[in-house]
């Protein structure tokens, strides 16, 4: 009866828009939830992100006794303690939605792509209370896995200063920087690592929130001039405005000089709230260690004293702008990336930006692969834009420790298919996946490894998905650009974070090579494979003999010989090396001409691959 009166009230409170449940409803739902069962369960998710909002209630509509533990006091995280209420959503190209089931849910109760943040908690409050097998735990900390050898069969967490057990047949581990895995033993790569930077670290996003804003100036201003742009080629036009989302003024942003000069301000992405304020995700901060508590709430710290320069700032230079006023931060940080855990599949670069389907799939997916800038880096990157890209099964199961899923940012890809792959609407999707897993390998006794192997097992998960509205169509997408006769070396070299299409797959191959790019490439490509050279600098737009010869002495140096200053000799080196193939033969043959960036993106590639042997 007492969790009746509290889903009534809390209802009342929802219909009337008095904001979120009082601290007295969310109690009552929590005491109901936690104190009146045993600490065994069938399904236990750790984190309260709406991945892990989407597993737990998944696990229990599939008939699972099911325990949802986080250290937050509201659910959703990143979407409602972070703020961050401007979804990146996963639409093919043709506009299909790819993210149904329980996105779809979330998604037609807040009304779209950008929401309200009290409206957001509510769903995930309210939905997660109305499950009669769903048991909230809130405000704990992980503090370690129960481990029984290499199963984990439970997780302890701190509860006001005291340790607490509790133990569950299989582990949903939906926290962002997969704490449960690692502390667990499950491998991982931390940031670009896998590619040779394992000291790249995006920036970090506070989002703040603006009272005084003029909508109507904002929209005006933003479509007149994206419309500027479109029909005149006057400027930018990736800017624009609609009800409640308005992104752009990436000049004004960048042009920002920071009292602290480990933060940048980019362009904004703007999302209005239901009282007429907005929050705005644009403020870059570097420096940030993810994985440290400390660390991160002096990055909040920093980005809090910067308002003080940056709000005049904006009033000056922002249309609609003028009479802004700053209401609040978020209390916790948009973090982009940290680790990434080996699966039995990991998601690759190609994997996204070849379209590919996969025969476990669980989920699909569709976002432009953005890396966000760095602190040595100003402007981040699109490394491609992908139609659409299955996330296998076998993304979720990590190695070397059973019994265990791990769904959203860290689940395992290399870095770069995170940059796509990371986004809420596909963790949830794969949320949803894992409850739906976990529930099949208890009702069948079989455990997730072997499901990885088990076309029957992963038919009947999929079945299932479908049933709940997801989306698992089988498709077919054949980009042009993979017809390319340079695309095997697009492909190396896009697979290291040294060449990128931007949104329109366009690697410009068939335009002369340009001197900063050829710089770019060779001195990226040595640094990758291992190569500790001075900076390699070349004059104007390089002709074949200062490419060639270039190259030959970089790998001259590499190995410790010289060659004689004669652009036969340097052919011959190459071409001995396999580095100048067949293929690319008629393409150097002129040593005055200047390539395209085709062959030289081929012979990079070459180059790569011979110092790897």
Known sequence: MKR???ILLLCCFVLTGCGSAPEAVQEILWTNHAYNSEENYDVIVVGTEPEGVAAAVSAAR??????????????????TIGELNFIDMCESRDGTLLTRGFFSEFYDAVGGSAFDITEARNFFLETAAAEPLLTLRTRNDFAAPIMDGANIV???MMEDGEARDYYGSRVIDATVDADVAAAAGVPYTYAGEDIGEKDRQMGVTLVFELSGVNWTKISMHLNWQRFKAEFFNQGNADMGAARKTAWGYTEEGYAYEPQDNRMRLRGFNIARQNNGNVLINALIIFGVNPLSDESKAEGIARGQAEMEYLLPYIRENFAGFENAELVSTAEQLYV?????????????IDDVLENRDQWDKIAIGAYPVDVQPTATQTYGTVIGSPDRYAVPFRSLVPLEVDNLLV??????YTSLAAGSARVIPLGMAEGEAAGVAAAYSINNQMDFRTMTQDKTAIANVQNILKAQGAYLDDFTVHDEIMDHWAYPGVKVLRSLGILDGGYSNDYKLDEPISRWRYQNMINNVLKKAGVVQDYIEVNDNPPNRQIIGTTARAIAAAESVKYENDYNVYLQALEERGILTDALKPYFADGEKNPNAAEVVQLMANVYLYLQQ
């Open 4 to 6: 009746i009166i509290a």
């Open 62 to 79: 599939n008939g699972m006794k099911t325990l949802l533990l986080g250290e937050d006091e509201a659910l959703g995280g990143l979407m």
């Open 154 to 156: 439970g997780v302890t």
């Open 336 to 348: 982009r990336e940290s680790r990434h855990i080996i699966g039995e599949y990991q998601l690759t």
């Open 407 to 412: 769904v959203g940012r860290s689940a395992s």
